[in-house]
């Protein structure tokens, strides 16, 4: 699993509050992605990094904001949490040789009341 | 971003028939990754598929990229019910960017 772990795993928080998700690694890996999962969208990109604080959009990035002040560290914040940002969260980091696959972290599960 | 449709969106079938997943796309795509993902877990790695007319087998598992590069399939032979989930293909983009499909969830009863 690309030693990749999640915190929290469950969060649940009130409309209007900012949220911080964190995705830690433990290789070294250059790529790290944020994604949301809602039913019947599949994932979808919110941010990706390709180093430490270099961060891009995805193509669902309003409210959402990214650091990445380590390698190892890739944290998503939501700035003022609303009940559409409701959803299954994962973070990824992609391998740089052969196939380039990602491989995902658990998941956080948040939900915003 | 390359957007790609996949059908059915769900399937169930009961354990020995075989089942078929597809992934279309209106563009040309450079290569395509497929991945599972357990109920309640994490999507997984499958496979990537690169050349036009490409075919790999994974035990029962059988990956076809288009002549044309525009769809892609997965086709499993005689489910099994460690088969269950749901599949997504994704097309790769610039910095290793996956675009996931809305994938198809396979449901296999005894």
């Known amino acids: 699993d690309a030693g990749i772990t999640q915190s929290p795993r469950h969060k649940v928080t009130e409309t209007g509050t900012p949220v911080t998700l964190r995705c830690h690694q433990t290789?070294?890996?250059?790529?790290m992605y944020w994604y949301r999962q809602d039913p019947g969208h599949g994932l979808r990109l919110i941010h990706y990094?390709?180093?430490?604080?270099?961060?891009d959009k995805g193509e669902v990035s309003d409210g959402y904001s990214v650091s990445r002040s380590k390698t190892e560290d890739f944290l998503l914040t939501l700035e003022s949490a609303t009940s559409s940002q409701t959803s299954v969260y994962f973070c990824?980091?992609?391998?740089?040789?052969?196939?380039?696959?990602?491989?995902f972290g658990p998941g956080t599960r948040l939900t915003v009341t | 971003g390359q957007q790609v449709m996949q059908i059915p969106q769900y399937q169930h079938v009961q354990e020995g028939e075989d089942f078929t997943t597809y992934c279309n796309s209106s563009?040309?795509?450079?290569?395509i990754q497929w991945y599972k993902q357990r109920p309640g877990g994490h999507p997984v790695f499958l496979i990537q598929?690169?050349?036009?007319?490409e075919v790999k087998k994974q035990k029962r598992l059988t990956f076809q990229f288009g002549e044309a590069k525009k769809n892609s399939s997965l086709h499993i032979t005689a489910t099994q019910t460690t088969d269950v989930g749901t599949y997504f293909c994704?097309?790769?983009?610039?910095?290793?960017?996956?675009?996931f499909g809305t994938g198809t969830r396979l449901q296999v009863t005894l």
């Open positions: 990094s390709y180093g430490v604080k270099d961060t």
């Open positions: 563009t040309t795509l450079s290569n």
């Open positions: 598929l690169v050349k036009s007319g």
């Open positions: 994704a097309p790769t983009g610039t910095a290793s960017k996956l675009t």
């Open positions: 990824a980091i992609s391998v740089t040789s052969g196939t380039y696959e990602q491989y």
């Open positions: 290789e070294n890996h250059r790529y």
